[in-house]
């Protein structure tokens, strides 16, 4: 069986796990192109077979998500699964804060945050991240293709971004925090797209194991002429 398959991630679930239960499933090497948070949910584009060698490829594509954000609190990890480093007053509006988004559209640079996967000096930032260290990280040149506000109520808002591989969601929420000088937090993340692969078209796990076990699961599984990356 060889393929892509598209799954919804729950909450709370890594991409790993989530991976592993299908290959367990059905019995075939899986992998992922591009990594969701556990705190995050939605498209997840799992390789399956001979596809695992063409997740360079898919990774590139841009992405897609509807994201939350918390101002006046900010945590260590950036999001809301992190600890509290520090509470402000929030006393921003609309205007300003549609202003603040439009400073981080186009090619910007961005730091990637502690809490993340990338190595330093052969372990991962999350790994040093947990014993208390931080290490100074080189910003990365990143494109913010689309970034809009969905709705603004006192101190949280929702917004839809399409962003260019390695774009960290949660990065973003806390940069638009210190511009707006009350700090921030991303609450909720949901991918929505990851290139022409859409969360409307995905699958939740509870539905793999359903169409596996009535033999329709092969149908759902496209192949080099169903699959599009766009980049």
């Known amino acids: 069986m060889h393929g ?8 709370g679930m890594t991409s790993f796990s989530a991976v592993n239960a299908i290959h367990k499933l059905i019995g075939v090497k899986a992998g992922h192109a591009g990594t969701l948070d556990p705190m995050a949910e939605g498209v997840l584009v799992v390789l399956l077979g001979k596809f695992t060698k063409k997740a360079k490829e898919f990774e590139s594509s841009i992405k897609e998500y509807e994201a939350e954000i918390t101002f006046g609190i900010e945590t260590d990890s ?15 509006t609309k205007p300003q804060l549609e202003d603040a988004m439009g400073r981080f559209t186009g090619e910007i640079e961005q730091i990637p945050p ?7 000096k052969g372990k991962r930032l999350y790994e040093l991240a947990r014993q208390g260290i931080e290490v100074e990280r080189a910003p990365r040149k990143i494109t913010i293709h689309k970034f809009f506000l969905k709705s603004f109520d006192k101190n949280r808002a929702s917004f839809v971004v399409s962003c260019s591989k390695g774009t960290y969601i949660r990065t973003l929420c806390a940069d638009i925090g210190n511009k707006l000088g009350c700090g921030a937090h991303m609450s909720k993340l949901t991918r929505i ?4 692969f859409s969360i409307d078209n995905a699958l939740t ?7 596996h076990n009535r033999g329709e699961l092969e149908g759902k599984i496209m192949t080099n002429d169903q699959c599009q990356m766009s980049n």
């Open 205 to 211: 796990l509870e539905q793999v194991f359903k169409l």
């Open 78 to 92: 950036l999001d809301s699964t992190g600890k509290v480093l520090s509470r402000k007053e929030v006393n921003i």
């Open 193 to 196: 797209k990851s290139g022409d």
């Open 114 to 120: 502690m809490f993340s996967a990338i190595h330093h």
């Open 4 to 11: 892509v398959l598209i799954l919804n991630k729950p909450k």
